[in-house]
C-alpha cells in the first residue's frame, strides 16, 4: 500500500481502515492450528524464494551491497528463518504441562497465545532480513500485523508489499510503504505489540507511542559494541575477524565491534594485521579500492555524520592507523583504523555504525571493565582469551546483550540463542524459538478436577 499519491489524511484513512480490518480479525487467526499457520509460512517462503533475483536488485539499488552478501542477508537467511518457523512449530505451540502444588490432583498449563494485532517496523542496513525474521515470528504466533520499512529503501520496500500481498489477504498482514509520516501515523494506533529495529533515538519514541496504549514493546536497537583483546590472545586471528566485520556491510550492523582494547605492546602487531587483511580483501594489486565488495554508506547525511566523528578525533590527536579515506562522491568510506584515541573524543561516545574502528590501548583488564561498566550496556560484547577466569571475570562484571567469545556475531548467527540487547541497546529477544516467544502471551490456565 504506497502513499505516494495520497495526502496525509487519505494515508492516516487507509492504515485505521485495515487496522479495523485486522482487529476484527484477529480472534479467527488466533484460532488456527499449527497446520494452518505453517502452510501461510510455506507460502511466504515460496514467494521470497520466486522474487529473490527481484530482491536482490532492490537492496542493490537502496543501498549498493555487494550482491552476494544481499542473497545471503536479504534472502537466504529469510528463506532458512521462515522453515525453521515451520520445523519447529509443532512443538513450540505445545503448552506446557505443569503439576500443581495446590493439589498434585489438579491440571495446570502455560499456553502460547497470539498477541493480537502487531507493528513491525524494519531498519534501513538489512530492510528485508530484519522486517520478514520478526513478521514470520509473528505469524507462526498467531498474529495479524501490520508492517512499515524505512522510507531509505523505497525499492526494497515496493518489492516486500508485492511479497506481502501475493501472500497475505490484509486483514492478516498488511505492508505500508511511505515516508516518516506512515510510521507516525501507524504508531498513534492501538497494537498489543510493536517490533522495531533501529537507533537508540527512535527507539525511545517508539516506546513513547506504545505506553500510550500500554503496548508490549520488543526493541532492537544497538549501542558501542567493545572489543577486548586479552594478554597473550591470537592477534593475527583477531586483525583478521576485525578486517571482515568491519567490511561487513560497510560497518553499518547493529553489533559491529565499535571499538576495541588492546594491551600497549600488542596494538601495533594488531594495526599491521588488520591493514593487511584489509588489503587482501578489498584492494587490487593498483591499490584501489573493490567498490563492488564493500557497502557504501546509506545516504549523505549518515556519511556527514560518521566523517564529523572521524574529523573530531584527528582534529583531538588520534591517528589514523589503517585507512582514512572517506569519498563523498559515492558515499564510499575505507575501512579505518585509528589509534591514540580517547574517551573525551566523540567517536567513543556515539555509536560509529561505518568501517571505522578506535583502538584504545589498557593496563590492566580492570581498567578495561571500569571503562564498559560506565557506559550505556551494549548490544554485544567481544573478548579474545585463553584465559577462561579472565573470560569469566569481563562477562561477571559486565552486562550487554549477548557475547561471543574467540570470535565475532556467533552469538547472532546461532538461531538457538535470544537475540536482543538490554536497557539502551533494547528490550526484548527474538529469534527461532525466542520469537515465537517474543509474539506470543504465556496464558497461565488452572483446571480444578
Not at 87 to 106: A, G, Q, V
Request: hydrophobic share 40%; charged share 20%.
Amino acid at each position: 500500500m504506497s502513499s505516494t499519491t495520497q495526502t496525509a489524511q487519505d494515508v492516516s484513512q487507509e492504515i485505521a481502515r485495515v487496522f479495523a480490518l485486522q482487529q476484527e480479525n484477529q480472534w479467527d487467526v488466533k484460532a488456527t492450528t499449527a497446520e494452518q499457520r505453517k502452510a501461510k509460512l510455506a507460502k511466504l517462503k515460496a514467494s521470497v524464494e520466486a522474487h529473490a533475483d527481484d530482491i536482490v536488485a532492490a537492496v542493490l539499488e537502496d543501498t549498493r551491497k555487494p550482491a552476494q552478501e544481499i542473497r545471503v542477508t536479504e534472502v537466504m537467511n529469510v528463506v532458512s528463518n521462515i522453515q525453521r518457523n515451520i520445523d519447529n512449530l509443532d512443538e513450540w505451540m505445545k503448552p506446557t504441562e505443569i503439576t500443581p502444588s495446590l493439589n498434585p490432583e489438579d491440571k495446570a498449563q502455560i499456553v502460547y497465545e497470539a498477541r493480537g494485532v502487531c507493528l513491525i517496523l524494519g531498519p534501513w542496513n538489512f530492510p528485508l532480513g530484519l522486517t520478514f525474521g520478526p513478521v514470520a515470528a509473528a505469524v507462526a504466533a498467531g498474529n495479524c500485523c501490520m508492517i512499515k520499512l524505512t522510507d531509505l529503501c523505497p525499492a526494497t520496500a515496493a518489492i516486500a508489499g508485492k511479497i506481502i500481498r501475493e501472500t497475505f489477504d490484509e486483514n492478516e498482514v498488511a505492508l505500508f510503504e511511505g515516508d516518516v509520516s506512515v510510521a507516525q501515523a501507524l504508531l498513534e494506533l492501538p497494537f498489543n505489540h510493536i517490533f522495531f529495529t533501529g537507533s537508540t533515538r527512535v527507539g525511545k519514541i517508539v516506546m513513547a507511542a506504545a505506553a500510550k496504549h500500554l503496548a508490549t514493546v520488543t526493541l532492537e536497537l544497538g549501542g558501542k559494541s567493545p572489543v577486548i583483546v586479552d594478554e597473550g590472545a591470537d592477534i593475527d586471528k583477531i586483525a583478521a575477524d576485525l578486517a571482515s566485520a568491519k567490511q561487513f556491510n560497510g560497518g553499518q550492523a547493529c553489533i559491529s565491534p565499535d571499538y576495541v582494547f588492546v594491551r600497549e605492546e600488542q596494538k601495533d602487531r594488531l594495526v599491521e594485521g588488520f591493514k593487511a587483511n584489509v588489503a587482501k580483501n578489498l584492494y587490487s594489486e593498483d591499490g584501489s579500492i573493490k567498490k563492488e565488495s564493500i557497502a557504501q554508506i546509506v545516504n549523505k547525511g549518515n556519511f556527514a555524520r560518521v566523517k564529523e566523528l572521524f574529523d573530531d578525533a584527528v582534529s583531538k590527536g588520534a591517528t589514523v592507523a589503517a585507512g582514512g579515506k572517506l569519498e563523498e562522491d559515492d558515499l564510499t568510506i575505507h575501512p579505518t583504523m585509528l589509534t591514540d584515541v580517547t574517551p573525551q573524543m566523540k567517536i567513543l561516545q556515539e555509536e560509529i555504525f561505518a568501517p571505522v574502528l578506535p583502538v584504545m590501548t589498557y593496563e590492566n583488564l580492570d581498567q578495561a571493565i571500569g571503562y564498559i561498566e560506565a557506559r550505556d550496556k551494549p548490544l554485544a560484547l567481544y573478548m579474545y582469551s585463553g584465559n577462561k577466569d579472565n573470560v569469566q571475570k569481563v562477562l561477571s562484571r559486565t552486562s550487554s546483550g549477548g557475547a561471543t567469545i574467540n570470535g565475532v556475531f556467533s552469538h547472532y548467527l546461532e538461531n538457538q540463542l535470544p537475540f536482543g540487547g538490554v536497557n539502551q541497546s533494547g528490550t526484548g529477544s527474538y529469534h527461532g524459538y525466542f520469537g515465537f516467544k517474543a509474539f506470543s502471551h504465556e496464558r497461565a490456565i488452572y483446571f480444578h478436577q
